[in-house]
Structures are given as C-alpha cells and as structure tokens.
C-alpha cells in the first residue's frame, strides 16, 4: 500500500504526534497463543521378457506351506523401527551426514550464525532522539532502507517497543511520512510483545487513515485484540476481511479464542463451526484453547468429543501441549473418573498400560475393494500412465498375473538390488529371493530388461537363479514399475505385501481427495516390507511391519491418542511413537 501520508492528514498529523510526544506508559505483556515425458511416437514396441520357470502348482504349494507353516514376511527376525516411525527420516539424514564427514549440528550452527550476521545494521539499545538517529542513519550503506532495516531488526530481536517508537518518530519528521511496511513491522513487534495499548493506537491511526486494512493488518489486529477487553472488535477485524477473502485458519483461532477466553463459549463454537464449513483445517492452538474452556464450562463434552472425531478421521496428531490438555478436560469431568497415562504401545499392538488390543492395520473388505478401485482409475489408468509403460506393456502384464496363483509378496527389483554397494545388483537380489523363498512365499519380481544383459552388476548366473525362485517380469527400460507393483499386489489380495525402499509418495498424490490419500497410507503401511539392514554373506533383516493402526480411538472405556511429543521432527508419511492411554473406571 502507499505511505501514511501524515502532512496531507491532518487527523493522522494530530493523532500520531499526540502519540509519540506524550510520556510512555506500557501495560504488563500478555502472552499470545500462539519425470519425464516420453515421446511413444519414436519408440520401439517389442514383446515385454516375462519368467516363471516355477510352474502353477508349484506356486501353490508354496502359497500353501508359508500359510501351514504360518510364515509371512513380517515374521522373521526384524530391527523395531519402520521407516514409517517418527524421526526416521531425520535419524537417517544425520546418519548419512556424519558419514559424508559432516556435523549435523555445526552446519546448523554454522547457519544461524549467518542469518544473524546478514543484518547490516547496529541495533540501539535505547530509545534515540531524533538527532542520534540521524547520526546513525549517515553510517549506513543504504540509507534509502535505513529505517526499513533497523525496523526488521528490532523485530528479529524482539527489542524494546520504545526504541521502535523513537524511530517511527524521527522517520515522521524527517520525510513527513511514514512507509505503510514500516508501521506494518512496527504493528508486528508490538503484537509479538503483547504491547495492548500500543496496538490499540496503532488501529486507531490506521483506521482514521485508510478505508480499508490489507490481509496482514487485518490479521495482525485480529490477533492483537483477542485476548484484551476490546477482543469483541476482532470480530469486526474478521468480518470485514470476509468481504475481500476467505479468513486463515489462525485469524479464526484468534478470534475463537478471545471468545472463549472471555467465557463466550456460544460465540467461541459459531466461529469454529464456520471455519470448518469453510472447509479450513483448525490449528492446534485453537482446539487447546477449547478444550480449555470445556474443564472451567460444562455442556461442551459432545462438542470435544467431534474434535477427536475429526483427528481421528482426517488422521491428525495433537502435538504435545493439546494432548495434555485433552488429559486434563478427561479427568475433569465430574462423576466419570477418567484416568490418563502416556504409554507406548507393543509390536503386537497392545498398549503397555491398560492392555488394550489397538485397532488392525488391515483394511476391511469395504476399505480394500475401494481402494483397488481408485488405484486402478488414477494410478494404473490415470491420464499419465502412458508416459510410464505402453497400452501393450500393461495389457501384457495383466494378462501376465492373471495367468499365476496370487503372489505373496511383490518385489521392486531394481530398487532392492541398489540396497547396498557393496555387492554386485543381483548378488543382493537374489539373497533377498532366497530369504523369502525359505518362507514358502509366492514371489514376484519386477525389473528392467537391461537387467537381463550380462555385466558385473547382473551376473547371469544369478539371474537364472532367481527366475527359478520366484516369477519375474522385465519392463522396458523406460517404463516405470510402481505402477505395475501396485496392479500385482492389490490383484493378489489382502495378504499381499510389497518390498520396497520407495515411499510411493508421487503415486499417494495422485489421488484427489484426502480419505483415499489416508486409505492408501494406511494399506501401505501395513503391506509394504523395507530391507533395514543387509551386509553380503549375511542374513538379510526386515523392518517391521505395523501390526496396529496409529490413529485416535476408543473401545468406549477407552481412548488412545497418538501424539508428538516435543522436540520430536516427523515427517508427513511417519507417524507418532507416543500414546494417551485413557482409561474410565468401572462405577
């Protein structure tokens, strides 16, 4: 926007000299809660290489020892942890760091020391007056951002209010104009800081000089005001920014939280209604601020419980500090005696306090049949198949696993055999075959033709040993085999697994509506095998699969919630370790 154009407003001229020139007085701080496109035009069609010296019946008799003997995959020795665990990826990268000769933590060091040291300017650590600020202003390398700058930081320094008000004033006379940015920055130090009084002169300025406030001020204000006397004009914040564009979901936490706050629980609920009929997803901060008022106002306990309903069913994890609020409304309730603990839970899937058997992993029958159905229609048939594999290929292919008993287990060849560097590709392929052909398995593996061509990497006779153990089908080289992965293994059946290092995470995308993303991950989750350990002439080592299904629920005298803890770094396909276990005594 433009700049506050103090000589050409009179009232803005009075009202912000009033201001600065009057003895400072600051109200206590209040703390605020927070691949590639592939041109078939020039490509050559052949027949795609398809292996199975293992005939049917000798498939099935596999297929019916490992069910006899009770083998599957997930059965052999395996190291705790899935790649799906919490803090995996970031062990991991700290792993590979420390193995490339880096310190994780100096190079983060290193980091900040560099964003600190990209200020140019020196901060005061008093208010100045207007004639030290012109001092300071004539040693700066850019004195057209000089004040813009220091602004920034004292922001970046949380720094004392006053010095920021000193400059605002020697910024006024000295160009008779202030920068909307720079009150926008200033307006954002005072809110940080929980300065009250110094927000509400800013919106009185602001309000006396433009029509209209833009996103930021707008949400600035909201945010300002919420936990004042004056929280009922963040409502009037909002509802002006409704007729320009749809409010944040923390511009409506703001203001449902100054409601609840000041025990306007009707009006606190309304808000969070509408954010979710405006299809928003509510920051975490706002349920714990409901919550909150459910321990000290009775009558919400249907209301918090559709809040769990809703982590449950769009698979959300409280951080911390909710989840402890959510144990502290529990045991707040009169005459129902909930009690929480924060417990873990075993391989099996029981939890270690109350002995509650969690929810299966496996997808019922209704789950499975839709879940097949959408892979078919966006994965396997969706609008780009076709720059992964040709009409034939796939056609082939089907033809191919129709033809065989359903598999066990689905291997990603080509991934599998790069586990390790230090054996040749096929060496470890064919020792994973061999691990899980002890076990009865029906196998398929998926590979590339150039797999077949001799070289060190793919010793021939090592190839002919694992068509004998397991059925394979070679792609061309160009194709992509995910696709395929996923056809054979949700064709086979539900007891199908797959081995892969792949996350599938392009392919989850692919999906447009969010309950078929968690539908996927959850089958995934409890269906995909990942090598976690593998030195040549060893035994190769599984990671486990999840037995259990790591989401909110309850057994009606119960409730377990999954939740990060603190300080814990998940990424978005790993899940959380640590549980609430509650639990409801007898009457």
Known sequence: MGSFAMLKSGACIKHFCTWVGSPIFIRPAFACSPKYNILHSVRLITEPKF????????????????????????????????????????????????????????????SSVRGRGSLKVTLPDHPLTTSEWAKLKETSTK???????????????????????????????????????????????????????????????????YKTLDTGASSLFIKGFSHTERWREALVVLEGMKKALLPSPGNYGDAIAGAALHGDIGTS????????????????????????????????????????????DNQIYPEEPLVKTIKAWFESLPDQKWSGRFSSVTPSGECKHCKTSLESIQLTEEEYAQLKDRVMKDVIEGKDIFNKTTPEE????????????????????????????????????????????????????????????PSWNWDRQNMNKIKQKAHCFFTE???????????????????????SRDLMRDHKACFPDSPTRRLFFKWQRGH??????????????????????????????????????????????EVPQNWLCLTREHS
């Not at 991991?92 to 994780?104: F, M, V």
């Not at 209604?273 to 909150?292: A, K, M, N, S």
């Open 394 to 453: 796939l056609e082939n292919f089907k033809s191919f696993v129709k033809r065989r008993p359903p598999f066990d287990i689905v291997i990603d060849g080509l991934n599998v055999a790069n586990t390790t560097p230090k054996a040749a590709h096929s060496e470890t392929l064919l020792a994973v075959i061999s691990e899980l052909e002890q076990q009865g398995l029906n196998i398929l593996v998926l590979g590339r033709k150039h797999m077949l061509r």
């Open 143 to 209: 004195p057209e951002r000089f004040a813009k700058q220091m602004m920034e930081g004292l922001l970046a320094a949380r720094a004392d209010v006053n010095i920021a008000k000193s400059l605002l004033s020697y910024e006024a006379q000295d160009k008779g104009t202030l920068p909307y940015e720079l009150l926008l920055r200033y307006l954002t130090l005072c809110v940080m800081g929980g300065h009250q009084s110094e927000v509400f002169d800013t919106y009185d300025i602001m309000r006396s000089c």
């Open 51 to 110: 292996y199975s010296t293992k005939g049917d019946k000798q498939a099935q008799s596999h297929s019916k020892i490992a069910k006899e003997k009770g083998f599957t995959a997930r059965a052999r020795p395996a190291f705790p942890n899935s790649v799906f665990t919490a803090g995996t990826a970031k062990r991991t990268a700290e792993y590979l760091k420390k193995r490339a000769g880096e310190d994780p933590e100096e190079l983060s060091n290193n």
């Open 477 to 499: 080289n160009i194709s992509e085999d995910d696709p395929f992965l996923l056809y054979a293994a949700l064709h086979s059946g539900i007891h199908c697994n797959f081995l």
């Open 528 to 573: 995909q095998l990942v090598i976690s350990h593998y030195t040549p002439g060893k035994r190769v080592r599984f990671q486990r699969i999840a037995t259990y299904d790591t989401i909110v629920q309850t057994a009606g005298r119960s409730w377990h919630i999954p939740f990060d803890e603190n300080g814990r770094d998940r990424a978005t396909y």
């Open 269 to 312: 609920w309304m808000l969070y209604t509408e954010l979710l009929e405006q299809g928003l997803v509510p920051h975490q901060d706002t349920w714990q601020c409901l919550f909150q008022s459910g321990v000290s106002h009775r009558g919400q306990e249907d209301k918090l419980f559709s809040i769990l309903t809703y982590m449950r």
